[in-house]
């Protein structure tokens, strides 16, 4: 009779349950609490979507007082119409919101985040819905032409970005300076703490174009390198992820990615600047 558990526990297994079970979309997370259902499921339930965006990183991710603005909201806005849902707004920063996302703070993010293999091995990411490129701001009087010129050179990044990696692999002699934001990263650039600074062009190019003394400051030689924009999402959650990735692909078949685009950095507008992009498409 003391194999009867035994026997049970083995069919339960073959018929994929399992005695211990194994991972699936509904299974206990890291804390050991039971979803109720996929992420998909409970944010379809609930019709509301909450998505980490950045509130320093002109020109995605901006806050004054109640309002938010940015290419990262709009498109937000536009990925949560195709869905049906309703959005709730919730501020990361570059070096908390892999953990906010990982806690389950915020379902989504949508923050200027690079997709990266290293990265991949925490969270997903959907198809590229934009992407720029690694630069320098410097002084208008510096003598940095570009990454070339950068042994021995004081250079701010931010904590959490690709930017310190990056810097190590172009500019092994740079001095890399660490700081916690963005509003830190071009504070440190006006007091001369740093000789340069280094993120994505347009967040660059975002930082000072509605400062005063912008004309202080220029871009120092061409992007470095290539950094494709993902909505980032917790592991194993696929059903969430295809439906992002529909999201997305239709915005841009119907034609709201290049309106939304044309806004931030078409010509004419404030943070304009050459956008060359064009998205991953599937059949339908």
């Not at 892999?98 to 990266?116: E, F, M, R």
């Not at 660059?204 to 470095?224: M, V, W």
């Amino acid at each position: 009779m003391r194999i009867l558990p035994l026997l049970a526990c083995a069919l339960i297994a073959v018929i994929g349950a399992g005695c211990g079970g194994g991972r699936s979309e509904a299974s206990p997370g890291a804390n050991g609490a039971a979803p109720a259902g996929t992420l998909y499921d409970r944010v379809m339930a609930a019709k509301k979507l909450r998505v980490g965006v950045k509130a320093d990183t002109p020109p995605f991710g901006m806050r004054r007082g109640e309002a938010w603005t940015g290419f990262d909201l709009d498109i937000a806005h536009a990925v949560a119409r195709q869905l049906g849902v309703d959005l709730e707004l919730v501020a990361v920063t570059s070096r908390d919101r892999d953990d906010q996302l990982v806690a389950g703070t915020v379902d989504i993010v949508i923050a200027s985040y690079t997709i990266t293999r290293f990265r991949e091995r925490e969270i997903d990411f959907t198809i590229p819905y934009f992407a720029d490129g690694q630069a320098l701001l410097v002084p208008v009087d510096s003598p940095v032409g570009s990454y070339l010129d950068l042994a021995g050179k004081r250079v701010g990044t931010v904590k959490g970005s690709t930017s310190s990696f990056y810097l190590k692999q172009v500019a092994p002699d740079a001095k890399p300076v660490v700081v916690a934001d963005f509003d830190a990263l071009i504070a440190g650039l006006r007091a001369g703490t740093v000789d340069a600074i280094t993120s994505d062009r347009l967040i660059l190019l975002g930082l000072t174009r509605l400062a005063p003394d912008r004309a202080q400051f220029r871009l120092a030689g061409d992007p470095f390198t290539v950094e494709p924009y993902g909505i980032a999402l917790p592991q194993d959650q696929s059903r969430l992820r295809d439906a992002l990735n529909a999201a997305l692909m239709a915005i841009w078949e119907d034609g709201t990615w290049r309106t939304i685009a044309d806004t931030w950095f078409g010509p004419g507008a404030t943070y304009a600047g050459d956008v060359s992009f064009t998205m991953s498409l599937v059949p339908k």
